[in-house]
């Protein structure tokens, strides 16, 4: 049953002029998040995404996550459509294994007790169908419940976070694990008796924290909670990629509850190993910008032969566990080093429409406009004010008065500037919704102006009616605007919240200039070191760059440059380097214009 709208939300309901000839994305990837029903009884509602499971099947890709009722389809990976299987636990889905053989897709959700794994040779039509009813629980696993009781050494539940991976001889394997006292497991499964267990689980490898920093838990690895409470590290999140012999068993760690949250890998010959640590750790990891943190994910290859890495950036606004899903672009180089690209990773890129090794390559240079511009609103609702629309923090938010037609939300972006994207991320403030709904959707147009006064709609939601919490808009063609505006018609939340709005293109001037003076020290405990550089006048933000090689600066850190020491010099600790390993750093500057050229390279002493 369709629930009937308001006069204002019909006439937003037309087609979308921007979505058609689309060739860019960003994140958050723009699909329609669900809001979490496991919080009914707290009455905490939010709309969630994590441990996103991408394969191509059949020419399509399929995204399975974390509290979903269902899954994703897409064929270009930037138009993403919700299908709702004949068949779905009964218990929430969490951190589901998918794999496929060319013939069917296989689905095994997490589970501390017996379960069946689905399949399906038609993923695009929902149906499932069982591979088993009852899969016979691991050898030595404990029961839900019994966690308390487990002995160092046993094996624990599950499997929990479970990855399936076939192997060119067609040989089946799992991986699993979701621990902060266990190391991930592997078994080998038999194909000719529905996926059963053979032989007992191998234990592989744990987190090692006080070798590895980024393995550190909490905020910028401060190894506790916000209260300075110390708590050791999770592993989870276990992917296998096997790329020209190699077998890279990808995890995340270590916890997905604050902006480090990354993925690292083992390397091996075998699928079960044994399994060498990867000097370069971590391979994915982004812990500055929009989006923070890029763990607990997969890995896998387009159609035109790139690969990608995808995640689970943190919200955290509402509940520890409020999360999204990024996609970053990945290569392996030929002597083996997975490097993922987090660079401008929440500014958009290009979809790539062929093989290209070059990763920096797809970022399309549209700078963000919006960074701590004035904003004004029709309405406000207590101190959630429109200035925190363009402060990039997810957890900061503007709400309006109510939640009708009309409201509107205008950014001044000081000057007119040429805008070719604006991203809208809604916020969940009091919500009330539990579960999935015909009213849940969104509705709005934004529209843009040289003076304020006379309006042009440059961007529209579409006649699907579907929720975008995380609304990306590639405009159809550049437009030259001072003021962007946002004209609401309706979410399906109690309330109208939204964190940010984001404004891509470029403004007119010189690039900034590369920074200068550009030191890097280790410190006592070479888990960490410091970046120092000299401020460079008018910059908006800084990515600080580091890696084991010159030539491969594969890590980044994005700051902005009012969140960085006062002064003439501009410093960033690092702390996510493993011992042992050398490493080198430069920065680079960007504001409206562009980017700068890189600083010279020099050496983490």
Sequence with gaps: MRIALPLAALLLATA?????????????????????????????????????????????????????????????????????????????VVAPAVWEDGERLYMMPSTTQRGPIYVTDDPASGKLDYLNRMTPPLPGAVRSGFEDSIKPG????????????????????????????????????????????????????????????????????????????????????????????????????????????SNGTYVADHPMGPFRYAPYNPVAYKPGGFVEGAGHGSTFKDAYGNWWNTGTPWIGYNWTFERRIAMFPTRFTSDGQMIV??????????????????????????????????????????????????????????????????????????????????????????????????????????????????WSKVAETGADRRDRPNAYFELEKPVEARFIRYVHGHVGAANLAISDIRVFGNAAGKLPAAPASVSAVRAKDTRDATVRWARVAGAVGYNVRWGIRPDRLTLTYQVFADRVANGAQAALDLRALNVGVPYYAAVEAFDETGVSKLSRTVAVR
Aim: aromatic residues 16%; charged residues 25%; negative net charge.
């Design 16 to 92: 979308s002029p921007t979505l058609a000839g689309q060739r860019t994305y960003t994140n958050p990837v723009d699909i329609d998040y669900r809001y979490n029903f496991e919080q009914d009884v707290e009455r905490i509602s939010y709309r969630t995404g994590a441990d996103p499971a991408i394969v191509r099947f059949k020419g399509a890709y399929y995204l399975f996550m974390t509290l979903a009722d269902g899954y994703w389809r897409s064929t270009d990976l930037i138009h993403w459509d919700f299908i709702t299987p004949s068949k779905w636990p009964a218990q929430s």
């Design 154 to 261: 046993e094996v624990p539940p599950g499997p929990w976070d479970p990855a399936l991976f076939r192997d060119d001889d067609g040989r089946w394997y799992m991986y699993w694990n979701s621990s902060n006292v266990f190391p991930l497991y592997a078994i080998e499964l038999d194909p000719k008796d529905r996926l059963t267990y053979i032989g007992k689980p191998r234990p592989l490898f744990g987190l090692e924290p006080e070798r590895h920093g980024w393995e550190r838990f909490g905020q910028d690895h401060s190894g506790g909670l916000p209260d300075g409470t110390p708590i050791k590290p999770f592993m989870e999140g276990a992917w296998m990629t096997k790329v020209n012999g190699r077998y890279y068993l990808q995890y995340g760690a270590p916890g997905t509850e604050y902006n480090v949250y």
């Design 341 to 454: 690209s987090t660079r401008f990773g929440d500014f958009p890129h290009w979809m790539p429409t062929k093989k290209t090794d070059d990763l920096d390559s797809l970022f399309t240079g549209w700078m963000l406009l919006s960074y701590r511009k004035p904003a004004t609103a029709s309405s406000t609702m207590g101190d959630h004010a429109a200035s925190t629309v363009t402060d990039e923090n997810p957890r900061t938010f503007w709400v309006a008065g109510a939640n009708r037609p009309g409201e509107t939300l205008t950014l001044d972006l000081g000057s007119t500037k040429t805008v070719r994207a604006v991203q809208v991320n809604f916020a969940d403030y009091r919500s009330g919704r539990f579960g999935d709904a015909p009213d849940i959707y969104t509705a709005f147009t934004v529209e843009a102006s040289r003076d304020g006064k006379v």
